[in-house]
C-alpha cells in the first residue's frame, strides 16, 4: 500500500538504521515495499533538498566576481595602488584601481559564461536511476532521489545514495571510492551490528560506489550531504590527476615567475643604486612584473575551452571536464573495443546449432528463455536473441525458478526454468564457449542423450569455434542440464552440464570505417584493439577494415608479463585479444609510460579503471553509468567519425590557447626587458607604472577573441603537445626582435625627435601598444600573415585598440596618465617602425619555424 500522507511521519532514520528490521525502517521512513507517491517524494524534495553531494554547484556572479581578487597579480596591483595612495599619489592610486577593475570585470564576465556554459553541456548527460514511483518502475534524475525512495540496482549502476537493501541476488559492490577496498564486496539482505563500521555494513549500499554485479532492491535512507560518501568528501580533497595540458601551464607559470622575479629585484635596486624615488621605482618593478605576465591567461583558457566544448557538443561530444579537450588534441593513440565502435553495433543471431554444427530449434528455444527471462545486465547478445522470437515459440509454458547473474569472472549466465506441471528443473547456461565447456562433463548426442565429454569431443568443439570466429562470427555456447526441482540455486550448482550447444552472432564492420581510420592516421592517430572476442574474430574485423592485425597479444600472455616486459612488448601489437577487463588498466598505463596520450573508449562496468587512467577517458551516451561517470567525454553517437571531428576541436581548441601565450610572451617580453634597460639608461623612467599597466590591459582586449578564431589547417593536422623548452626559444626569438626596434624607437624619439620626458613616454606607449597588436596578426599564424584570415571579431578588436592607441594622446584625461600630444613627423615615424618590425617579425618567423621543423620541434607545440 502507498502511504496516505504526502509527508512521512519520520523523516529521521535511527542513527543506526543498519541494525533494525527492515519493517521498522520502513515505517520509519513512511514508506513500503511499493516506493513513495509522486506527491509525498515531491514534498520530501522541497524539504531535504537535491540528492547532490556539492549544494549549489554553480557558484554565483558575486563569488566568481570575488575569487578574481585572489590572483597574485591582481594583488600585486592592489599592493601598488595602496602604496600610491600613503605617498600621496592619489590620482595614480585610483589610475592603478581603475584598470585592476576592468581587468578583473573582463576576466570575470569570460570566466562565469564559460563556466555557465559548460554546466548546460553537462546538464545533457545527467545520471538517471531506476526508482519505484507510484508503485511503477520510472528513471528518474539521481538529483531528485529521496529518502523513502525504493532503487532498482544491476551490474553497472552507480550507486545513488545510502540505503538498506530489500533484496538481493549475487549482489557485488566495488567500494574503493569509499572504503580503498581492492576487490568487490558481496552484499546481501539482513541486519548488521549497531557498531558495524562503514566496511562491515554488508547490508547497505553507499553513494559513489558500483555495482559490479548481479542485482538488487534498496530503500534509500540518507541523500546528498548526509550521506557517508559526502561526510569524507568534506575532510579529504579529491585532486584530479593532472593533465597533460595543466602540466604545460604550470611550468610556464614557473618560468614567468623565475624572469620576473629576475627583472623585479634587478631593476629596483639598480633604480635605488641610481638615486631614484624608492616609491617611483617601486611601483615601476611592480608594474614591470605585471606587464611581463599574461594575467588574462586563466579567462582566455576558460573562454576557448567552453568555446571548444560548445562546438564538440554542436558535433555529437559532450566534454564533462574541460580540461580533457587540450588532451584530446594531443591524443596520438586511440584504444578501443570493437563492438559498436568499429562495428555496427547493431548484432544479429545468424544461427542456433548442435554440437555437429546443424541447425536446431531446440538450442534456438533454450537460448530465448535464457535470454528472455534473465533479469541482469542488459546487453545486445541478448537483445539479438529475443529480436528472434517467432509465434510459434511458446515460452509460457515455462515459468522461472532462479537465475546465477553473469559476471566477468565466470563469463557466464544461467537460468533455471521448470515447464508447468513438469517433474524437473532445467538449468540453462550460456557464455563465452571455454567458460561454458569448464561447466560441463557431458556433451548432447545426436538423439538428445547426454553422453561424457571427451578430449576428443572438446578439440572438435575448439576447432569449429576457430572456424566460425575466422569468418567473423562471435560465437557463444549453450550447455543444459536437468535436475529434481529445488527452490534455489547458487554458483556450486553450475556444474555437470551437457554441452549443447553454439550461437553464431554477426555484428558488419560500419560502413566508411575503413575511411576514418585513414583519416585517423593521417591526423597522427594509432588505434589499437582492447577486445575481450577471440583473436580470430579481432583479427578477420581488422583486415575487413584495414586495421593491422598480424601482431596480437592475448590476455594469456599479457597475464604472464611483469610490469616491464608488458611496456616493452605493448607498443609492437596493434591488437589485444581475450583480455580479462582487468588487464585493460595495465595495457594503457603501459602505453602511456611510452610518453603517448592515450585516449581510452569504453562503456562496460570494467572499463571504469581504464578510462580513468587513459589521458582522455571517452564513452558513450548509453553506457552504463560507471563507465560514464569515469569519463571525461560522452559520445552522443557510437561513432568515430563523431570522435574525429572532436579530435579537430581540441586541436583548435589548443591552437588558439598557445595563441595568447605565443602573442604576449613575444610582446611583452621584449617591452619589459627593454623598459628595464632603458630605466637604468635614461634620466627618467620609460613608462610611468599607470602606463605600463594601461599598456597590458588595452594589448589583452584582442585576445579576449582569440577563441574565436580561425585555425590552419596544418595546426589540426598532428597532435599538439606542451614543450615548455619551446615557449622559452619562442619567447627569447621574438622578444629580442621587440627589444631591437624598441631601441630603434628610442633612439629615433630621443636623437631625431629630441623627445622631453612626457613625449618619450608617450611615443614610446603608442609604439609598444600597437606593435603588439602587430605581433597578433603575425604570431597567430605559421604561414605569411597575409594568407591566414584572422575571425572578424579578432580583426575589429585589434583595429579598434589600434585607432584607441594612436587617438589616446589627444583625448580628454590624457594628462591624468601622463601623455601628451605627439607632433605628427613623430607619428608618421613611430608608424614606420611598426611596419618595419612587422616585416622583421615575418622573416624571423619563416626562419624560426624552419628551423624547428629541421629539428623536429614545432610539431609539439604551438
Known amino acids: 500500500m502507498q502511504p496516505e500522507t504526502s509527508s512521512p511521519p519520520v523523516m529521521e532514520a535511527a542513527p543506526v538504521y543498519w541494525s533494525i528490521p527492515v519493517d521498522t525502517l520502513l515505517t520509519s521512513l513512511g514508506t513500503s515495499a511499493n516506493g513513495l507517491s509522486s506527491e509525498a517524494s515531491k514534498a520530501r524534495l522541497d524539504d531535504v533538498g537535491p540528492n547532490t553531494i556539492r549544494q549549489g554547484r554553480g557558484a554565483s556572479a558575486l563569488a566568481a566576481f570575488a575569487q578574481q581578487f585572489r590572483s597574485p597579480l591582481v594583488l600585486i596591483l592592489i599592493f601598488a595602488a595602496v602604496v600610491s595612495g600613503i605617498v600621496g599619489e592619489g590620482s595614480e592610486a ?163 615567475t623565475e624572469i620576473m622575479l629576475v627583472i623585479v629585484i634587478l631593476v629596483f635596486f639598480a633604480n635605488l643604486l641610481l638615486h631614484r624615488p624608492a616609491v617611483d621605482s617601486l611601483l615601476f618593478s611592480l608594474a614591470l612584473a605585471v606587464g611581463l605576465t599574461p594575467e588574462l591567461l586563466p579567462a582566455i583558457i576558460s573562454v576557448t575551452l567552453a568555446r571548444g566544448a560548445r562546438a564538440m557538443a554542436a558535433n555529437g561530444v559532450i566534454v564533462r571536464r574541460l580540461d580533457a579537450i587540450e588532451n584530446l588534441g594531443s591524443m596520438d593513440l586511440l584504444c578501443t573495443d570493437k563492438t559498436g565502435t568499429l562495428t555496427e553495433g547493431v548484432i544479429r543471431l545468424d544461427a542456433c546449432l548442435d554440437v555437429s554444427g546443424i541447425e536446431t530449434p531446440q538450442v534456438r528455444l533454450w537460448a530465448l528463455l535464457n535470454a528472455t527471462l534473465q533479469v541482469g545486465m542488459a546487453n545486445p547478445l541478448d537483445e539479438a536473441i529475443a529480436a528472434g522470437k517467432r509465434p510459434e515459440d511458446d515460452l509460457a509454458t515455462y515459468a522461472k525458478v532462479d537465475e546465477i547473474p553473469y559476471d566477468f569472472i565466470r563469463k557466464r549466465l544461467t537460468v533455471v526454468v521448470r515447464r508447468t506441471g513438469g517433474p524437473e528443473d532445467l538449468m540453462i547456461c550460456k557464455g563465452a564457449v571455454q567458460a561454458v565447456v569448464a561447466a560441463c562433463t557431458n556433451v548432447l548426442g545426436d538423439d538428445g542423450a547426454p553422453v561424457p565429454m571427451d578430449a576428443q569431443q572438446a578439440a572438435a568443439i575448439d576447432a569449429r569455434v576457430q572456424a566460425w570466429s575466422g569468418q567473423g562470427y562471435r560465437v557463444l555456447g549453450l550447455a543444459v542440464r536437468r535436475s529434481k526441482p529445488q527452490d534455489a540455486y547458487g554458483r556450486q550448482d553450475e556444474a555437470g552440464l551437457a554441452f549443447a550447444g553454439f550461437l553464431l552472432f554477426l555484428d558488419p564492420p560500419k ?106 577517458g571517452i564513452s558513450v551516451d548509453g553506457a552504463v553509468d560507471v563507465a560514464r561517470e569515469a569519463a571525461d567525454m560522452i559520445l552522443l553517437e557510437r561513432d568515430l567519425g563523431v570522435l574525429l571531428r572532436g579530435v579537430d576541436d581540441g586541436r583548435k581548441t589548443f591552437a588558439n590557447t598557445m595563441k595568447y601565450i605565443s602573442i604576449t610572451t613575444s610582446a611583452n617580453f621584449g617591452n619589459m626587458i627593454s623598459m628595464a634597460f632603458a630605466s637604468l639608461a635614461l634620466p627618467f623612467l620609460p613608462l610611468l607604472a599607470p602606463q605600463i599597466l594601461l599598456n597590458n590591459f588595452l594589448s589583452d582586449v584582442p585576445s579576449l577573441a582569440i577563441a574565436t578564431d580561425n585555425v590552419d589547417t596544418d595546426q589540426v593536422r598532428t597532435p599538439r603537445r606542451w614543450d615548455i623548452a619551446f615557449v622559452r626559444r619562442f619567447m627569447v626569438t621574438f622578444g629580442l626582435v621587440s627589444s631591437l626596434f624598441d631601441a630603434l624607437t628610442f633612439g629615433f624619439l630621443l636623437l631625431v625627435a629630441g623627445a622631453t620626458a612626457q613625449v618619450f613616454q608617450t611615443g614610446w606607449f603608442v609604439e609598444s601598444l600597437i606593435t603588439e597588436l602587430a605581433i597578433v596578426l603575425v604570431v597567430r599564424t605559421r604561414t605569411t600573415f ?77
Open 94 to 256: 585610483v589610475i592603478i584601481g581603475i584598470i585592476v577593475l576592468a581587468s578583473c570585470f573582463l576576466s570575470f564576465t569570460q570566466e562565469y559564461g564559460a563556466s555557465r556554459a559548460t554546466q548546460a553541456l553537462t546538464a545533457r548527460i545527467a545520471r538517471k536511476s531506476l526508482v519505484l514511483r507510484d508503485g511503477r518502475e520510472t528513471l528518474l534524475p539521481v538529483e531528485e532521489i529521496v529518502p523513502g525512495d525504493i532503487v532498482r540496482l544491476s551490474a553497472g549502476n552507480l550507486v545513488p545514495a545510502d540505503g538498506i537493501l530489500l533484496e538481493t541476488r549475487d549482489f557485488n559492490v566495488s567500494e574503493a571510492a569509499l572504503t580503498g577496498e581492492t576487490f568487490p564486496v558481496v552484499k546481501a539482505a539482513g541486519i548488521c551490528a549497531p557498531e558495524a563500521r562503514i566496511g562491515q555494513r554488508a547490508n547497505m549500499a553507499f553513494t559513489g560506489t558500483s555495482v559490479r554485479s548481479g542485482t538488487a532492491t534498496m530503500v534509500v535512507v540518507k541523500t546528498g550531504g548526509m550521506t557517508e560518501f559526502a561526510a569524507i568528501a568534506a575532510t579529504i580533497a579529491h585532486v584530479a590527476p593532472e593533465t597533460d595540458f595543466a602540466r604545460g601551464i604550470r611550468r610556464f607559470g614557473y618560468l614567468m
Open 511 to 616: 560502413a566508411g570505417m575503413a575511411q576514418t581510420l585513414k583519416s585517423m592516421t593521417a591526423r597522427g592517430i594509432r588505434v589499437k584493439v582492447i577486445t575481450g572476442d577471440n583473436r580470430y574474430v579481432a583479427a578477420h574485423l581488422a583486415e575487413t577494415i584495414g586495421l593491422p592485425h598480424r601482431r596480437i597479444l592475448t590476455g594469456t600472455e599479457v597475464s604472464q608479463l611483469t610490469k616491464e616486459a608488458l611496456v616493452r612488448r605493448v607498443t609492437q601489437n596493434d591488437i589485444f585479444a581475450e583480455i580479462d577487463p582487468n588487464q585493460k588498466e595495465r595495457i594503457i598505463a603501459a602505453l602511456r609510460r611510452h610518453g603517448h596520450v592515450v585516449g581510452y573508449l569504453g562503456d562496460g562496468i570494467n572499463d571504469a579503471p581504464a578510462l580513468h587512467e587513459a589521458d582522455v
Open 786 to 862: 597575409w594568407r591566414s584570415r584572422p575571425s572578424a571579431l579578432l580583426s575589429w578588436l585589434t583595429l579598434a585598440v589600434a585607432v584607441f592607441a594612436v587617438a589616446i594622446p589627444y583625448l580628454p584625461g590624457a594628462d591624468w596618465f601622463g601623455f601628451v600630444g605627439l607632433p605628427l613627423p613623430v607619428v608618421g615615424g613611430l608608424m614606420a617602425i611598426t611596419l618595419a618590425y612587422l616585416a622583421a617579425s615575418e622573416t624571423v618567423k619563416y626562419l624560426f619555424f624552419a628551423r624547428e621543423r629541421s629539428h623536429g620541434g614545432a610539431k609539439r607545440c604551438v
